[in-house]
């Protein structure tokens, strides 16, 4: 089976040089030419567009969202997200996620058909027929038409209140005298702008994402597309198409069970689309046929996301760690529906660890307790030996046997948090939930730096303490090293999310509580031994 690709996205001058007239794939697509006239709506703190003479941007208000729909196409061409923390329901904070300005970010569908067939599509004209711009209850129905070479697409967008979940119903009347066999595609085109996110040391995904049950999850980046290189899957009954950001996704979901076509695909020189393609099957005259899907532009919220299809909570982009992020965040959350500050779940999640790891943890600090109290013994046999290294080495080896001690004790508290650290670092980082979560005081935001540094300087001079309550290293290179540490993990932390520094700092003053309660109780049966 074979399908026309949608039309090429009509653009300004500015932005879209050099349209390409044919981008077949897989077959012959309709293009539009420049059009230097075309309307264009910025989203702007004020939301206010400029419509051009022969088609209308139209706003709608919604609970959480600002919605702009330009009449050409009735595609989706600016959207701005009402955010709110749960704990702060009064404080709204405005994110713009679609435009059509500077920028270029926006949601089409329409319908192709064979060649030579022109049928209503981003470039057509519609009208729309319903009223209200305004919600005013639980729902509001957004509805738009247009009639072109045999066919009616009456268009309906149903926005619930509470989510940024929205309904889409196209249906397709055949007002002609001949059978017409139209597909419908849904499509997001977007430019290779950055989206803000990530930090020093690790850069969020941003790009084209898609999941089919067969071919399950697959990120298609920019790169790719211009390298020809976009492996994804290209035909399926079910799945999605979506672009990832930092914290946000727009994402197309069709009706499962129906067979359809995705194809990823560059438009000019830095204008990108994917889309899915579904045949609809032969309309005869004066019958109408409806197609169903699902929009989503907002927040990557894992639990509405994994309501609406399979697989699309997989937006969330935790990396390799996922199978343990995703488990931990699930933690998390569940701690957080009691506590209701993500802060303190962060502190009482490291608790939680810390009881887990404790055997391990007591473990090592015996050992570094019993390596602390033979240490005149090992200073002696330093005395002894001299710069006669085998023998000395020898005789340490001896010590350690004897006095049941492993030399590399004191490393494996620092060994088990690193696999703790990173997944915790990705759960900050891909976790919109955090995005603005505040602790107390100075941290008002626990995805972010923090701001005074505060949390980075305290975990320094914990880690000082760390290691002056260590054993000192019998070898003073390894010592030196040792101290340094503090001042490079210190350094680091000033670039991390302020949570995942509250999480070391917590972890810190846990360790020391424990490495002197467990010394103290060591040195206690040492001296009841001594009596006896």
């Known amino acids: 089976m074979s399908y026309n690709n949608p039309p090429v996205q009509q653009s300004t001058e500015q932005q879209q040089n050099g349209l390409q007239a044919d981008l077949a794939t897989p077959n012959s697509i309709p293009s539009a030419a420049t059009d230097a006239n075309s309307a264009h709506a910025a989203m702007s703190d004020t939301g206010n567009s400029e419509a051009a003479t022969e088609q209308e941007i139209i706003t709608i208000n919604t609970d959480v969202f600002t919605i702009l729909f330009d009449t050409k196409g009735a595609q989706v061409v600016g959207a701005k997200l009402h955010l709110v923390r749960p704990e702060d329901p009064e404080n709204v904070q405005d994110f713009v996620l679609l435009d059509d300005g500077q920028t270029v970010y926006t949601v089409q569908s329409g319908l192709v058909g064979p060649a030579g067939k022109n049928y209503p599509n981003q470039n057509t004209l519609f009208r729309m027929v319903s009223d209200e711009t305004e919600m005013s209850g639980d729902t509001l129905d957004v509805v738009f038409e247009a009639e072109e070479d045999g066919l009616q697409l009456r268009r309906t967008y149903t926005f619930h209140r509470g989510t940024f979940k929205i309904d889409v119903n196209d249906s397709v009347s055949n007002i002609s005298e001949e059978p017409q066999s139209p597909s419908i595609y849904l499509q997001i085109t977007r430019d290779n702008h950055d989206a803000p996110g990530g930090t020093y040391f690790y850069n969020t995904f941003n790009g084209f994402a898609m999941y089919t049950d067969q071919e399950r999850f697959e990120k298609i980046s920019f790169s790719d597309i211009d390298k020809n290189n976009a492996s994804h899957a290209n035909q ?25 076509h995705y194809d990823v695909r560059k438009i000019s020189n830095n204008l990108y689309a994917m889309s899915t393609i579904e045949p609809l099957g032969t309309i005869q005259p004066q019958s109408t046929i409806s197609s169903n899907s699902v929009l989503w532009v907002g927040p990557q919220d894992q639990q509405q996301l994994s309501e609406i299809s399979t697989g699309l909570d997989l937006v969330v982009d935790y990396g390799w760690l996922t199978i343990i992020a995703k488990p931990m965040f699930n933690f998390m959350t569940w701690l957080y529906s009691f506590i209701g500050n993500w802060g303190w779940t962060i502190v009482v999640l490291t608790i939680i660890i810390k009881i887990v790891l404790y055997p391990l943890s007591a473990a090592s600090y015996r050992s570094m307790a019993r390596m602390k109290h033979v240490g005149p013994r090992m200073q002696a046999l330093k005395e002894k030996y001299g710069d006669d290294r085998q023998k000395l080495n020898a005789a340490m080896m001896e010590l350690y046997r004897t006095e049941k001690i492993n030399p590399m004790g004191g490393c494996l508290p620092i060994v088990l948090q690193i696999p703790i650290f990173l997944t915790l670092y990705r759960v900050i980082l891909a976790s919109v939930e955090l995005r603005g979560a505040p602790w107390i005081l100075w941290i008002q935001d626990l995805a972010v730096a923090d701001p005074y540094f505060i949390l980075p300087a305290i975990m320094t001079a914990t880690m000082f303490l760390q290691f002056k309550l260590n054993p000192t290293p019998p070898d003073p290179m390894q010592a030196r090293i040792m101290m340094i540490m503090p001042l490079v993990f210190g350094a680091m932390m000033f ?36 009596m006896k």
């Open 495 to 530: 670039m991390f999310p302020s949570g995942l520094v509250l999480y070391w700092v917590v972890n810190n003053i846990l360790s020391i509580a424990q490495q002197q309660f467990i010394t103290r109780r060591l040195a206690k049966v040492a001296n009841d031994d001594k």
């Open 236 to 260: 399926a009954n079910d799945g999605w198409i979506s672009f990832i950001q930092h914290f946000f996704v727009t994402a197309w979901v069709p009706e499962e069970g129906k067979d359809r």
